[in-house]
Structures are given as structure tokens and as C-alpha cells.
């Protein structure tokens, strides 16, 4: 491939999806590193223009996000004929990556992570801001201990992802089911969302799995998980019941871990051995 992409200079791939690619690229303008990723536009077929249009729309609502816990999006545009995003580049892990590496999460990093992710969700409500494709992949585990969330400002995708057919996208297992069923989304999708991620980290399995999207879909909608206290023993009671509430189909059913008027009460997570129940504040 070509080591530039526009005036970008392409220095390695940092990940690769169906939908397209992120590089680690250096701007020579401004002598930056960042990350620039770029979008298959044909894998969204009719959809396409929608994309493009409802991403630029997003980059602009959230330009004003000003989170130690969320990337910066630089700006977005067509360059050299792709659609491209240039975000800040972060170095570490992503939440998905130590997953797959199945090593477990103590609960000292469970809360430290829920407590710097409900950081970047809290300053994103406050600013009536959703991510609409929020997953493991987009919660990025800084080599300096910051929690990062990725992709606000372009993270549109997750419409079309909503209605995939066949092989399951990665994001659609952690769609609310407001977003599946089409609906206008706030603040308490990404409490879905960070619900079902959170149940996975505990457990090592999925809240709502299926090798078919339809059946993914259908038990967002239509079922719900075994208890987080079941499959781990070592989970605290009170957090499994949380995470519970948490990914309820209904939203007004989550609003027992809201408080007015800043959000959310505390999420509980797994106490460690020994030790009273512990809280990571989840103020969504």
C-alpha cells in the first residue's frame, strides 16, 4: 500500500475490520502522531451516503468534549478519495484485547477502569452526546494507566451495525435494545452497553451470544443472561444484581442506578477476598 494517505504518512496498522482500517500515521504539518482511520464506504451499501452524512454530523456535536478519558477526533473528511477520521493515538491495550488474552480482571482493575470510564460517559451525557457503537474494542487501557473511550465523534457506524444480517458485527452483542429495535437513544444505552461489557469481564462469557445476528438481536430483546453470580462464584451478590439491572431490557428498569442530577448511583463490582462490597461510580 502507499505510506501516505493525503499529507498523512502511514507508519504501521493498528487494527482491521470489515468496515475498514486504523493506522498509526504522523501528520509532517504539525509533527503529531495520531491515528487515522479509514472507512469501507461499500461495506454499508445503500447506506453509504447516510454514513458519511450522520459521521460528519456526529464529529461536529462533539467537538467541544474536553475528557482526559475520551479521543480526541481531529476532523473528518474525504482524502484521496476515502472517507477518513484522524484521532489522538493512544498506546496500551483495549478492553477487548485482554479479553480475548483471558487472563481475568482483579477488582482493583475493575474499578479503576469503571471509575475512569464513567468519567468520559458522564462529561459525554452532560453534553447530550451518545456513542452509538460503543464496544470492548473502543475502550483503550493507556500504557499510563488512563482509560481512554474511542471513536465519540465517528461512531455513527452502529446504525447500520444495528441491522446486520448473517455473521454478527463484534459491536451488535453490545447493543441496548433500544438501538436494536431502532429507537431514540440517551445516556442509558451506554449504561446498557457498559453493563454487558462489564458482565463479560467478570464471567469470560458474552450477556448475549449467537453465532447469527437475528439471534443476537432477538435475545437483547427478548431474554436475559444468567446471573453473573452463578457462573463466578466469587462475584459479590449485590454486584451481580447491579449488572442485572443494568442490562434490563427496560430502561426505566436501569434507572435504579440513576440518581438525579448528576446520574447513575454507584455500580457495584465484586468485592475482593475478605473485604466489605466496594463501589466504582458509575455517574452516567
Known amino acids: ?3 501516505k494517505i493525503g499529507r498523512f504518512e502511514i507508519l504501521g496498522e493498528l487494527a482491521k475490520s470489515d468496515s475498514g482500517c486504523v493506522y498509526k500515521a504522523n501528520d509532517p504539518e504539525s509533527g503529531q502522531t495520531l ?7 461499500d ?16 464529529a461536529e456535536t462533539t467537538k467541544d468534549l474536553s475528557s482526559s478519558n ?6 473528518a473528511g474525504e482524502i ?3 472517507f477518513c477520521a484522524a484521532m489522538e493515538y493512544i498506546q496500551g491495550n483495549s478492553i477487548a484485547t485482554m479479553l480475548a488474552r483471558k487472563e481475568g480482571f482483579s477488582i482493583w482493575d475493575l474499578l479503576d477502569i469503571g471509575r475512569q470510564l464513567s468519567s ?7 453534553h447530550n452526546i451518545v456513542h452509538y457503537s460503543l464496544e470492548p474494542s473502543k475502550i483503550m487501557c493507556g500504557w499510563d494507566g488512563t482509560v481512554k473511550i474511542l471513536s465519540f465523534g465517528i461512531s455513527s457506524t452502529g446504525y447500520v451495525a444495528a441491522q446486520a444480517s ?3 458485527p463484534s459491536v451488535l452483542y453490545y447493543m441496548s435494545p433500544e438501538q436494536v429495535g431502532g429507537e431514540k437513544l440517551d445516556a442509558r444505552s451506554n449504561l446498557f452497553t457498559w453493563g454487558t461489557m462489564l458482565y463479560e469481564m467478570v464471567t469470560d ?15 437483547i430483546l427478548e431474554e436475559m443472561p444468567v446471573s453473573p453470580a452463578i457462573l463466578n462464584p466469587k462475584i459479590n451478590p449485590v454486584a451481580s444484581d447491579v449488572i442485572m439491572n443494568t442490562i434490563a431490557h427496560q430502561v426505566v428498569a436501569r434507572e435504579r442506578n440513576v440518581a438525579a442530577p448528576r446520574g447513575p448511583k454507584a455500580v457495584w463490582l465484586p468485592a475482593p477476598p475478605n473485604a466489605p462490597a466496594m463501589s466504582a461510580a458509575f455517574p452516567l
Not at 43 to 58: D, K, S
Open 1 to 3: 500500500m502507499s505510506t
Open 35 to 41: 491515528a487515522l482511520k479509514t472507512f469501507r464506504l
Open 43 to 58: 461495506v454499508f451499501g445503500e447506506h453509504a451516503e447516510q454514513v458519511v452524512q450522520r459521521i460528519l454530523q456526529e
Open 70 to 75: 475520551i479521543t480526541l477526533v481531529y476532523g
Open 80 to 82: 484521496d478519495g476515502q
Open 120 to 126: 468520559g460517559l458522564e462529561h459525554a451525557r452532560s
Open 166 to 168: 448473517g455473521v454478527p
Open 205 to 219: 462469557q458474552k450477556a448475549f451470544d449467537g453465532a447469527d445476528a437475528d439471534v443476537v438481536r432477538q435475545k
